[in-house]
């Protein structure tokens, strides 16, 4: 079908497009709201600057498809291939995203409040300075992703894979990221204020200067990771593992390392005031390596 049918169509009242070709079709800056495009095909169309809130476009065909400034709000996009898609300055917000494809797309600046992307995979993505305040991404996968400037205060990260992504200066206040994996990570002056990263994996992630004052660290396993500079004001790493960790002019002032696992952790310069380390496992790495590790009890 040619984009002009399908407008005329649309003018005059119809709505169901459900498994048309429209691929490399031009439909910019065209107003298609609460159309149903359920499996077409729309790989390589330009849908720039149009309108498609609430929209059906539930296993749509978008590879490389450019979304650039589109209207997307409440749209179904669920199990949709957006692979290599542009949806640079897109509005999604409350948009249902489940299960999408949209590895290699480009997101920069889009609106993804309140957005469900769970299982979704974002695999190389590029989310620099998006907005995904209270979306929903569990289970998704962020690997290599890059997110640097991204807010995702109070979003749903849980089993999330964000492996090797540049996190950088990225916002996750009081966002619920347990369980996820965050191994290898650039999570550099990043904000995770009151964040739950309980059992979360976070082996070699850089967290230099990140704020993690008041954050849940329980069980999470931060070996070799880097925190320097980091602020951990009443942060809670009961049986967290920071086996080599960096924690050095780290401000840890009433942090619970109760039955944390501290073994060649550098504590050098930080600030260790009312920091509770009953039962923890701990030799810093400024210790005679011969020496047997020392056990810290109330």
Same mark, same amino acid.
């Given at each position: 079908m040619k984009a002009r049918e399908l407008v005329d169509r649309y003018n005059q009242g119809f709505r169901d497009f459900?498994?048309?070709d429209l691929s490399r079709e031009n439909l910019s800056g065209m107003g298609l709201t609460a159309i149903d495009l359920a499996n077409a095909n729309l790989s390589e169309a330009n849908l720039s600057c149009s309108t498609l809130n609430e929209a059906n476009l539930y296993g749509a065909k978008l590879s490389t498809t450019v979304l650039y400034r589109a209207s997307l709000s409440d749209v179904n996009l669920c199990d949709a291939d957006l692979n290599g898609a542009s949806l640079i300055k897109a509005d999604l917000h409350g948009a249902r995203l489940e299960r +999408? #494809?949209?590895?290699d797309a480009d997101l920069t600046g889009a609106n993804l409040n309140a957005v469900s992307l +769970? #299982?979704?995979?974002l695999t190389g993505a590029n989310l620099s300075c998006v907005s995904l305040v209270g979306a929903n991404l569990e289970g998704a996968n962020l690997a290599e992703a890059f997110l640097k400037g991204a807010n995702l205060d109070g979003a749903k990260l849980n089993g999330a894979n964000l492996e090797g992504a540049n996190l950088s200066g990225a916002?996750?206040?009081e966002a619920n990221l347990s369980h996820a994996n965050f191994s290898a990570c650039d999570l550099s002056c990043a904000n995770l204020y009151a964040a739950n990263l309980s059992d979360a994996l976070l082996a070699k992630a850089d967290?230099?200067?990140a704020n993690l004052s008041n954050a849940?660290?329980?069980?999470?396993?931060?070996?070799d990771a880097d925190l320097n500079g980091a602020f951990l004001v009443d942060a809670q790493l009961g049986r967290a593992c920071l086996d080599g960790a960096n924690l050095s002019k780290s401000n840890c002032y009433k942090a619970n390392f109760k039955g944390a696992f501290l073994l060649r952790t550098n504590l050098n310069g930080a600030n260790l005031n009312c920091t509770d380390f009953s039962n923890a496992s701990l030799q810093t790495v400024d210790q005679e390596a011969d020496r047997n590790p020392d056990y810290v009890t109330d």
């Amino acid at each position: 079908m040619k984009a002009r049918e399908l407008v005329d169509r649309y003018n005059q009242g119809f709505r169901d497009f459900s498994d048309t070709d429209l691929s490399r079709e031009n439909l910019s800056g065209m107003g298609l709201t609460a159309i149903d495009l359920a499996n077409a095909n729309l790989s390589e169309a330009n849908l720039s600057c149009s309108t498609l809130n609430e929209a059906n476009l539930y296993g749509a065909k978008l590879s490389t498809t450019v979304l650039y400034r589109a209207s997307l709000s409440d749209v179904n996009l669920c199990d949709a291939d957006l692979n290599g898609a542009s949806l640079i300055k897109a509005d999604l917000h409350g948009a249902r995203l489940e299960r +999408a #494809n949209l590895r290699d797309a480009d997101l920069t600046g889009a609106n993804l409040n309140a957005v469900s992307l +769970a #299982n979704s995979d974002l695999t190389g993505a590029n989310l620099s300075c998006v907005s995904l305040v209270g979306a929903n991404l569990e289970g998704a996968n962020l690997a290599e992703a890059f997110l640097k400037g991204a807010n995702l205060d109070g979003a749903k990260l849980n089993g999330a894979n964000l492996e090797g992504a540049n996190l950088s200066g990225a916002s996750f206040s009081e966002a619920n990221l347990s369980h996820a994996n965050f191994s290898a990570c650039d999570l550099s002056c990043a904000n995770l204020y009151a964040a739950n990263l309980s059992d979360a994996l976070l082996a070699k992630a850089d967290l230099s200067g990140a704020n993690l004052s008041n954050a849940n660290l329980n069980d999470a396993n931060l070996k070799d990771a880097d925190l320097n500079g980091a602020f951990l004001v009443d942060a809670q790493l009961g049986r967290a593992c920071l086996d080599g960790a960096n924690l050095s002019k780290s401000n840890c002032y009433k942090a619970n390392f109760k039955g944390a696992f501290l073994l060649r952790t550098n504590l050098n310069g930080a600030n260790l005031n009312c920091t509770d380390f009953s039962n923890a496992s701990l030799q810093t790495v400024d210790q005679e390596a011969d020496r047997n590790p020392d056990y810290v009890t109330d």
